[in-house]
């Protein structure tokens, strides 16, 4: 199943900015991910959905071209321009380094943080005030909240002016309000200034419920693509199992697929009050 790659007015998209075509790669002598068919147009959102050791990480890895297909092509627009985010989990936060700091190192210019230039520093700045992280130049990246640490690395990738913005887990070890204020930054950076367009997105998460069944593409992997769609098309019972191999029921609420593994019979009943009254 594939999603229809069409933009706001129903015309059909140009050719896509990023292109995986029967791709596959190795570590070793063990295949990772294999015959993998996967393209992200100009204003997509994608939202990659699978377990850990599927193969996600190394996916994004090979359309950054950081990792290089054993078969198949990646292939990038002419002049693309990507910025990628890690897992939070692999930054060593005591590395004595400013939010200033952090944000500057991704520039062209290669120059941090205070030796950068007028026009630099107020880039940063600029950045850093569009994503509420005003006045923290200066902060030690430690002393910040899960959520501020992680728009720091996403204001460190807007500085490169991407094309398309690649992230790994961006809500993975937060709360529930921090995914939230996370989800709805990414849907504005998609959404773009009303003069402009914005940023094509593709990120991978394990949260079904809280964050993929928000987006407006899915996509299920576990070494391949299992489903392509919408999360009303692809988080069904069938391509859950495929994916995550173990049964999955799926309920409707509030006009959303509401994920349940098996043994959730407390959420269940819940829902089905909420749903009585």
Same mark, same amino acid.
Do not use: L, N, Q, Y
């Given at each position: 199943m594939?999603?229809?790659a069409l933009n706001s007015s129903g015309n059909a998209f140009p050719a896509p900015l990023i292109a995986c075509d029967h791709l596959?790669?190795?570590y070793g002598n063990g295949t990772v991910i294999e015959g993998v068919d996967l393209? @992200?147009?100009p204003g997509e959102f994608v939202g990659i959905v699978g377990p850990s050791g599927s193969g996600k990480t190394t996916l994004l890895k090979a359309m950054l071209?950081?990792?290089?297909?054993s078969h198949g092509s990646v292939t990038r627009a002419s002049g693309l321009s990507v910025a990628y985010v890690p897992q939070l989990e692999t930054v060593d936060w005591n590395f004595p380094v400013t939010v200033g700091e952090v944000v500057g190192m991704s520039r062209p210019q290669k120059s941090w943080w205070p030796g950068s230039s007028s026009s630099e520093r107020q880039a940063i700045e600029e950045v850093l005030e569009r994503l509420g992280l005003g006045g923290l130049v200066q902060r030690h990246i430690r002393e910040l909240s899960g959520g501020q640490q992680q728009r720091v690395f996403l204001a460190r990738a807007l500085i490169q002016k991407?094309? @398309?913005l690649i992230l790994d887990e961006p809500t993975a070890g937060i709360d529930v309000t921090t995914?939230?204020?996370i989800l709805h930054v990414l849907a504005d950076l998609n959404e773009g200034p009303p003069q402009g367009d914005g940023i094509a997105i593709v990120l991978t998460t394990h949260d079904l419920n809280g964050l993929a069944a928000h987006l407006p593409r899915l996509v299920c992997f576990n070494r391949t693509v299992i489903a392509d769609g919408t999360p009303s098309e692809v988080l069904q019972p069938y391509f859950l199992e495929r994916t995550f191999g173990a049964p999955m029921e799926v309920l409707q609420h509030g006009g959303m697929p509401i994920v349940l593994e098996q043994g959730s019979d407390e959420l269940r009943l819940r829902l089905s009050r909420k749903g009585a009254s």
């Open positions: 594939k999603s229809s596959s790669c190795t393209s @992200v147009h071209g950081s990792i290089k297909a991407p094309d @398309v995914r939230h204020e």
